[in-house]
């Protein structure tokens, strides 16, 4: 474990790196404020805002993993969701205050802050406070996941608040399906209903959007999951599926991370030898964050993917993934967790260093940067 006292302040790395951390497009990011103002250039329509209040199109949502004080015991995962708003409407990078959604004096800062609060219209609020759980509920911001948990729940607000193209959106979303067929092949043997191709679709279907669970009784009782189990754990195993086709993208900006840990993380100009061995050990630990942050993150999808292989493939035992649908939540949460994480890290770096010849940085900016990697995988 990394000494603390040789990283910089966690104060002064908050003031100093704000822009760097809310716009460096990473999935542990959602600035609804700059998306909100995109889309009201174009003209978009009330019906399709993210929030029926208007004051809420301010927030910028970041996923932030909760120390014990934060912890709140109901929680499904430590992944907390912070709300920040700035002070300056006109420029977010300023400064600004930030509640994590579910903190015991949520409502009361909200209607403090923004004037969201019961008093007026009921729907309204819920409406909305429904959207900030689900979104709460997720352990990354991901484009995909969050459109997609607001569509199963009835929502459909402005594609441009999700910066995911149509024929990506349609890519993901027809590998997911392809990866839920077999399980309904499994379930009903062969049988009638897998006869035709249009009865098999409409089963895929039903898995993705996991709420008619009589339908896929059949599915249940073959992966022994119980009606009230089913429709979270569908969802998680969406998600896992999703972080699996997600991990061959993420892993060349991971790679171009550790490139530049090994070959550019050296200050450019002369510093005391006793401040380099400090760069060292900050870099060092940085590195085997990464490594074990990816290491745990690959493992955990090649137990899944053996597990459906086994299952769906070479048509042995279905013990092992009927283990894994039992803990799909935990090993989904986990695997946001980790993956976020590992992309947050390597899209601040990129949006700090490419202002930069070689990406290399004098000694107080990178032991800045150095402190900020680590922070944020730690």
Avoid: C
């Avoid at 995962?77 to 006109?90: P, S």
């Avoid at 119980?226 to 969406?238: C, I, Y």
């Avoid at 550019?264 to 900050?282: F, H, Q, Y």
Wanted: hydrophobic fraction near 40%.
């Amino acid at each position: 474990m990394l000494d603390s006292s040789k990283l910089v302040d966690s104060d002064k790395l908050a003031a100093s790196y704000l822009a760097s951390e809310l716009n460096s497009g990473s999935t542990r990011v959602f600035n609804v404020d700059r998306l909100h103002r995109a889309i009201m250039a174009e003209g978009a329509p009330r019906d399709e805002h993210l929030f029926r209040h208007p004051e809420l199109h301010r927030i910028i949502f970041i996923k932030q993993a909760l120390i014990d004080s934060d912890y709140q015991k109901d929680r499904a995962n430590r992944i907390g969701t912070k709300l920040y708003f700035a002070f300056n409407e006109t420029n977010a990078f300023e400064g600004g205050k930030s509640i994590f959604a579910g903190d015991p004096q949520f409502d009361e800062a909200m209607a403090f802050q923004l004037g969201f609060d019961r008093s007026r219209k009921m729907a309204d609020y819920i409406r909305d406070r429904d959207v900030i759980q689900i979104l709460d509920s997720l352990p990354s911001l991901d484009p995909f996941l969050m459109r997609d948990r607001l569509e199963a729940e009835g929502l459909a607000p402005h594609s441009g608040y999700f910066e995911i193209e149509e024929e990506e959106w349609r890519k993901i979303r027809e590998h997911v399906m392809r990866r839920f067929r077999p399980i309904v092949e499994f379930a009903f043997g062969g049988a009638d209903a897998t006869k035709t191709q249009a009865r098999l679709r409409s089963l895929v279907q039903k898995i993705w959007e996991a709420k008619d669970m009589e339908g896929l009784k059949p599915i249940l009782d073959a992966m022994e999951l119980s009606t009230d189990e089913a429709p979270k754990a569908l969802h998680a195993w969406k998600g896992v599926i999703y972080y699996d086709y997600r991990l061959a993208r993420l892993e060349g900006r991971v790679r171009e991370l550790a490139t530049w840990l090994t070959h550019s993380a050296t200050p450019t100009d002369m510093v005391p030898s006793g401040n380099r061995k400090i760069l060292d050990e900050i870099r060092d630990g940085v590195r085997h964050k990464v490594r074990d942050r990816w290491q745990h993150a690959r493992s955990r999808l090649l137990e899944y993917n053996d597990a459906y292989t086994a299952l769906f493939v070479e048509k042995r035992s279905p013990g092992p993934f009927i283990a894994f649908l039992g803990h799909a939540s935990d090993i989904f949460n986990e695997l946001g967790d980790e993956l976020s994480r590992l992309d947050h890290a390597s899209e601040v770096r990129r949006f700090i260093t490419d202002r930069h010849f070689g990406g290399r940085l004098k000694y107080d900016p990178l032991h800045d940067l150095l402190s900020l990697l680590y922070r944020i995988l730690n």
